[in-house]
T-cell receptor
Framework: QQQVKQSPQSLIVQKGGISIINCAYE??????FPWYQQFPGKGPALLIA?????SEKKEGRFTISFNKSAKQFSLHIMDSQPGDSATYFC????????????FGIGTKLQVIP | SQTIHQWPATLVQPVGSPLSLECTVE??????LYWYRQAAGRGLQLLFY??????ISSEVPQNLSASRPQDRQFILSSKKLLLSDSGFYLC??????????FGPGTRLTVL
């Protein structure tokens, strides 16, 4: 059962454009939504995260938008750069008790010059 | 600061051979530890997690096993590898929050 659905699986964006990756979840008990960035041959690294009490969080060129009623959240990368080319994973978890993280399938982003 | 190590970085093993991958965490105590497998186009699959020494929970039935002999050491093992065990194995730790920190990974190829 895929509890976190992520789309698209691949994305090509021109340099300077906006990259948008969408995720949807089913479990209403989730209360923590991180995004991870993974470069080829490396482990994922936490990029930005949001809790459901806010609708948007911005860190530099990266913004998470969160829609609790629709059970959807998205990552926007503004002014996309070739160095942003990586695989991005959305995830969801609970913060109480054992914090099992459920990951989306990943989006391979390529930013072309 | 905390650091997570995994070794080996790459491994090529024949079908039916044993496996031992090691993960160690430095700079923290009593971390939650995780083993994930990442297959191409299939995201991150949680294999095992541990909240303490000797405490292992399995998420997916398979021919792999995990052990935690020390507080900051997590080992992934197999007695006989299958072709389907090929993949990128990632160890991660957390400090009791939902934020997880991943190691550099081990690329396993079973031939």
């Amino acid at each position: 059962q895929q509890q976190v659905k992520q789309s698209p699986q691949s994305l090509i964006v021109q340099k300077g454009g906006i990259s948008i990756i969408n995720c949807a979840y089913e479990n209403t008990a989730f209360d923590y939504f991180p995004w991870y960035q993974q470069f080829p041959g490396k482990g994922p690294a936490l990029l930005i995260a949001i809790r459901p009490d806010v609708s948007e969080k911005k860190e530099g060129r990266f913004t998470i938008s969160f829609n609790k009623s629709a059970k959807q959240f998205s990552l926007h990368i503004m002014d996309s750069q070739p160095g942003d080319s990586a695989t991005y994973f959305c995830a969801a978890s609970t913060t109480g008790g054992y914090q099992k993280v459920t990951f989306g399938i990943g989006t391979k982003l390529q930013v072309i010059p | 600061s905390q650091t997570i190590h995994q070794w080996p970085a790459t491994l090529v093993q024949p079908v039916g051979s044993p496996l031992s991958l090691e993960c160690t965490v430095e700079g923290t105590s009593n971390p939650n530890l995780y083993w994930y497998r990442q297959a191409a186009g299939r995201g991150l699959q949680l294999l095992f997690y541990s909240v303490g020494i000797g405490q292992i929970s399995s998420e997916v039935p398979q021919n792999l096993s995990a052990s935690r002999p020390q507080d900051r050491q997590f080992i992934l093992s197999s007695k006989k590898l299958l072709l389907s065990d090929s993949g990128f194995y990632l160890c991660a730790w957390s400090r009791g929050t939902a934020e997880q920190f991943f190691g550099p990974g081990t690329r396993l190829t079973v031939l």
